[in-house]
């Protein structure tokens, strides 16, 4: 009997309870000829082929070739050539290889199992040094993933005396030992403080937590691995898939409780996209959170990347929000010295791919969670050293993609997961610049200068949202849809449209009565040119994109597009403007709720959105708002003029901040300005309190908005209106040590420095 290629089989079958494994334990039987070249052990189900694992990889089981002689084994490979080994697929679909006295043996059928009332987990005693391991494996060296031991940045200011680090009194290993303790040397100036977990917070219930999430799971654990690694992993590849299924290969003890939650949590998302799974009772979600978010609160005492791992997971769940943990991980990515350049670290190179994508995945989840929460951010660019992701940084390729419908395609992952990051260091920018209370104050004292001002100072950002725009990537468009595949470039847009509303709000909460009635006309334009934009996308959405990862700020960046309506709704001095805006902040919400039933997360996006306007908009006047706004706008210079609610955002310049976009923005708040003239619409904020005349093509916002075709502001980047005197002009300044946007094309964005060895 052999098996075609095309011929399905359960990730689950190739897990058992306990059996008879003494009777096959005592038969003596040679191995296929696929387990012979494996070297694996060869499992037949009531003495029938093919074998277990010849079934599994759906491959025909044969018994044709003579043994071959006995060979002296080789030195153990090195961690790099480790690296090519079997496909990450193969490790994924191969069972455990443990002894059948333990009684693990492959079973007849999943639903057998399924019916039982209980099931057997694997009870195989966690590897306690990885250094020790013998045979080929990832993680004899790593610093960040040890199973016994937890490591600690040693800061300048420590009491370590850092001259005393720089001493030759380090063993081959790069360590000395203190006590329990040991000093590890990274490189010439950088070293970690490592300590054993044993004593640590809850540590001895560590093996009964693990336990207990996979039997939560069980024995459906393995098919929520694959899962996750088809559909979230390619968009968000925090993990190193690799080092993820040679642990599990091994047994599930060797991982942080809360990672291993995390990863099931998320993968149950998309239980029905497993056709082994689809019409199978779904595990207890609840109850692994709880375990999850538990065991969270026991493993920042002795924090590994894992811990970092494992927090961002859980706040990437449909109804993940807190700003808290945020902050916690930040903390611990320091810890971890995830904030430093690992470049010429001496730790193993897969291990410097995998911190640096970890330090842009927080360094994204503090600024994003800075905008969508109102909170300081806690990452300054005055310490970050973290250098730009490069193609080596990112261990899977195309060659490890899944084939099955609803996977993610890794390609367009990969670069999905850079652009983010581009995108996310122009917005730390507009936080710096006009969300601080550092930049509240300082609209305050330029509240006489007009909005000039405030446009001027947000042109930089403006220019590069447009060439970031103008720069993406092909494969990542929205009509760039796979047949079958699922694609998260979806939160990718609504990120760009949440950054450039972020633009207009400050704008629009600064116009005042101080300023030229054209220039408000064209900034209330430019804003609702940009509404409408953006609710043409959400109302484009497909449903590859709607069942596909989103990232854990999107369900809020739905709802600020609805904020954006009230604001402009709130601030219209005409009836016939009001109306528009209330009836379009009815057609988003109605939108929502259509696109909801496509994506579960929608729904807390329309929660967020009722709680925030549906009681505050009834207060806006049925007549003309016109007393509202114009009291608003009368006296910029006190407090009460300007929006009580700006965000108190960081000091948090990203360190690069040059990026594109082919769509005019402004800023996110308007503080009223004042003139002591009215100046003509093109005129610069150098130009605006003086009588001179003003060149129109300097005003880099009066040009653009002036546009009244949509498709323009969304089009190709010289139709915009964007290239005229105001694209050469200087002063938009040099951006900090990071992404070099303007030499990034293709698919490969990320370059430079940073290159892992």
């Known amino acids: 009997m052999s098996y075609r290629l095309d011929q399905g089989i359960s990730p689950t079958e190739s897990y058992s ?3 008879d494994a003494a009777s096959f334990k005592n038969r003596s039987r040679r191995p296929c000829d696929s387990c012979r070249r494996r070297k694996s052990r060869c499992e037949l189900v009531d003495g029938a082929t093919p074998c277990v694992l010849c079934r599994f990889h759906r491959q025909e089981c044969t018994f044709k070739e003579d043994p ?13 050539e480790t690296n090519n080994t079997n496909s990450s697929r193969d490790s994924l679909r ?6 059948s006295d333990k009684g693990w043996i492959p079973r007849h059928s999943f639903l057998d199992v399924a019916h039982r009332p209980s099931h057997q987990i694997r009870q195989d005693p966690p590897i306690d040094d990885y250094a020790n391991l013998k045979g080929p494996s990832l993680l004899k060296k790593t610093l960040g993933l040890q199973n016994h031991r937890h490591s600690r940045f040693i800061g300048s200011t420590s ?4 001259t005393l680090l720089e001493l030759d009194a380090y063993n081959d290993k790069d360590e000395v030992p203190i006590g329990v303790s040991a000093l590890r040397k990274v490189n010439a100036t950088d070293a970690f403080i490592l300590t054993p977990d044993e004593g640590t917070r809850n540590h001895e219930d560590e093996i009964v937590d693990l336990d207990a999430i996979e039997m939560i799971v069980a024995p459906h654990g393995q098919a929520l691995i694959h899962l996750y690694f088809r559909i979230v992993h390619p968009s968000f590849p925090i993990l190193h898939k690799k080092v993820f299924l040679e642990k599990y290969q091994r047994t599930h003890r060797e991982f942080s409780p809360p990672l291993l939650a995390a990863v099931y949590i998320l993968a149950l998302n998309w239980w029905s996209y497993s056709s082994d799974l689809a019409l199978l009772p779904k595990p207890d979600v609840p109850k692994l959170e709880k375990l999850a978010f538990k065991t969270v609160n026991d493993i920042i005492h002795r924090p590994k990347l894992s811990t970092i791992q494992a927090g961002l997971l859980l706040l990437q769940r449909p109804e ?13 990515g320091q810890d971890l010295g995830l904030h430093l350049d ?7 190179a897969w291990e410097r791919g995998l911190r640096k994508r970890l330090a842009w995945a927080l360094f994204m989840q503090d600024k994003w969670g800075s905008l969508v929460h109102g909170r300081p951010s806690h990452i300054a660019t005055t310490d970050w050293e973290v250098q730009p992701l490069s193609e080596s940084d990112f261990p899977e390729s195309a060659a490890d993609e899944d084939d099955e419908d609803g996977s993610t395609e890794v390609e367009k992952g990969r670069t999905l997961f850079c652009e983010m990051i581009t995108l996310t260091e122009i917005l730390a920018v507009i936080l710096s610049n006009f969300y601080t209370l550092k930049a509240e104050q300082d609209i305050r004292m330029h509240a006489q200068d007009g909005v000039r001002w405030i446009l001027e100072k947000a042109k930089p950002s403006q220019l590069a949202l447009k060439t970031w725009f103008a720069q993406m990537p092909a494969i990542l468009k929205m009509e760039n849809v796979a047949m079958r595949k699922l694609s998260s470039t979806g939160y990718l847009h609504l990120g760009y449209y949440a950054v450039e509303i972020t633009l207009h709000r400050r704008i629009i909460r600064s116009l005042s009565l101080l300023d030229d009635p054209s220039l408000i006309s064209i900034c209330r334009n430019a804003a609702r040119a940009r509404l409408v934009s953006a609710m043409d996308f959400v109302q484009g959405l497909r449903p590859e994109h709607l069942q596909s990862f989103w990232y854990s700020a999107s369900k809020y960046c739905f709802a600020l597009i609805g904020s954006f309506v009230s604001l402009l709704w709130v601030t219209a001095q005409e009836k016939e403007e009001a109306e528009f805006y209330k009836a379009k902040l009815e057609e988003y919400r109605w939108t929502l709720r259509l696109s909801s039933k496509s994506a579960d997360f929608l729904e807390r996006a329309i929660s967020m959105l009722a709680i925030s306007t549906g009681v505050l908009v009834k207060a806006i006047p049925d007549k003309s708002n016109a007393e509202f ?10 407090p009460q003029a300007m929006s009580t609610r700006a965000h108190a955002f960081p000091d948090s310049r990203s360190h690069t901040q040059s990026a594109p976009t082919n769509e005019y923005s402004e800023s996110e708040s308007y503080e009223g300005q004042t003139t002591e003239h009215t100046p003509d619409i093109g005129e610069t904020p150098e130009h605006s309190a003086t009588n001179e005349d003003f060149i129109p093509d300097h005003l880099w916002f009066a040009n653009a908005a002036q546009l009244n075709d949509i498709s323009a502001v969304y089009g190709e980047s010289s139709a915009a209106g964007m290239d005229h005197d105001f694209m050469s002009m200087p002063g938009i300044g040099q951006v900090g040590d990071g992404y070099d946007f303007q030499a990034f094309g293709g698919h490969e964005r990320p370059s430079g420095s940073g290159d892992v060895e």
């Open 17 to 19: 309870g306990q059996g």
């Open 68 to 80: 071959q002689p006995r060979k002296r084994k080789a030195a153990s490979l090195s961690e790099e």
């Open 94 to 99: 191969r069972p455990p290889q443990v002894s």
């Open 159 to 162: 009491e370590y005396e850092q």
């Open 320 to 332: 993940g929000d807190s700003w808290a943990l945020t902050s916690q991980l930040v903390g611990l």
């Open 342 to 348: 690992c470049s010429n670290w001496r730790v193993p």
């Open 629 to 638: 706004a114009a009291a608003r706008m009368r006296n910029p210079t006190k």
